[in-house]
Structures are given as structure tokens and as C-alpha cells.
């Protein structure tokens, strides 16, 4: 199966629009307190981001311009995928022995911390991503999506990095950065499909 440069570069926007769906309907759900299969979602987005580190890194190589970019995408959705791995693997096993025994309380809480470091990491570099394909837009004429994509871009990459250095209990709350992060993902998603062959 060949897939043409183009080919990549779209598939790679539709699973970016997929993941900021998924996530944006999590947090919704998690909201409004309804109660869902946390294993469904998670599960479904591990398949959504093995399947985006292919794509964006065929992308990477492939691409003419915009190199760091590209392997801004790439390395997000690896990190991504281990973020999501942990939780999935690690959350239940921990809490429940927390439960039976309090003295590994302050381990779970480690593994519950080091998946929001991970988290945090892969949306700056989302966010970065924003950035470098915002400002491509408005060099490429389309001024008001690039410059709302970079925009957020940059505040996606400044808000994920204060929890990384303060830590998820600083004074911003992790659902901004969350939020901007993945409204970065989909400005992103529509900036890429409007990126030409050449690009």
C-alpha cells in the first residue's frame, strides 16, 4: 500500500481531529459527573495514536519544510501513548493495593503524577506543533486560522509548562492546560489540511 505525501498529511489531520473529539468528550463526561468506561475511550485513543505516530512520522521524513514540526506531532503522540498506557496498565493495579495497603498510597500517587508529566509534555510539544504550522498559515496567506492556531499554540506550550516546572498542583488548573492543548490539536488538525503537496 502506497501512500502519497498528501495522503499522510491528511490522514495525519483526520486522526488529530479524532483524538481532539475523544478528549474533548472525556472531559465533557468527567464534568458533568456521568459515569462511562474509562478502559473504551482510553483504549480507542491508543489505537488513534499508534496509528498517528506512523502517519506523522512517514510525514516527517517525507516533508520539503516545517521539519521540527512534523517531529513535534511525532513525539507528542509517542508520549501520548505511553501516557495513555500507564493509566490504563498501572492506574486500577495501584489504587487498588492503596486501598489494601496505605503505605503504597504515596506510590500510586507517583504513578498518577508521572502520567501528568507525560501528559503535560505531549501537549506543549502540540502545542508547538500550533505554533510552527500557525505561523506557516499566515505566511501562506491565511492569516486569521494561523494566527488563532499559533496563538493558542503559545499559550497551550506556556500553560503545560508551568505545571511541568511548579508541578499538577501549581496555580493553574490542569484542565486549562488540558483544554488549550487539545483545542491546539484541532487548530492544528485544520491547519494541516490545508497544507499543499509541496509543503
Not at 104 to 113: M, R
Not at 155 to 160: K, M, S
Amino acid at each position: 500500500m502506497n501512500f502519497t505525501n498528501k495522503h499522510t498529511v491528511r490522514a495525519t489531520s483526520y486522526l488529530l481531529f479524532l483524538l481532539a473529539a475523544t478528549q474533548a468528550l472525556y472531559t465533557l463526561l468527567r464534568m458533568a459527573g456521568i459515569d462511562f468506561p474509562r478502559q473504551l475511550f482510553w483504549g480507542t485513543e491508543s489505537i488513534l495514536f499508534t496509528f498517528l505516530m506512523a502517519f506523522a512520522g512517514a510525514a516527517m521524513v517525507r516533508a520539503k519544510h516545517y521539519h521540527v514540526g512534523w517531529s513535534a506531532i511525532a513525539f507528542s503522540t509517542a508520549l501520548n501513548l505511553v501516557q495513555v498506557s500507564v493509566g490504563l496498565t498501572m492506574f486500577t493495579p495501584f489504587r487498588e493495593a492503596a486501598g489494601q495497603n496505605e503505605s503504597i498510597g504515596p506510590l500510586a500517587g507517583a504513578v498518577v503524577a508521572l502520567s501528568f508529566m507525560i501528559y503535560y509534555a505531549a501537549k506543549l510539544l502540540l502545542g508547538f506543533a500550533a505554533l510552527i504550522f500557525g505561523i506557516a498559515k499566515m505566511q501562506d496567506g491565511a492569516k486569521p486560522l494561523g494566527g488563532l492556531t499559533a496563538l493558542v499554540g503559545v499559550v497551550a506550550i506556556l500553560a503545560n509548562g508551568v505545571l511541568i516546572v511548579f508541578g499538577r498542583n501549581a496555580f493553574l488548573p490542569s484542565a486549562v492546560a488540558g483544554g488549550f492543548g487539545v483545542l491546539a490539536t484541532l487548530l492544528l488538525a485544520f491547519c494541516l489540511m490545508r497544507v499543499t503537496s509541496d509543503d
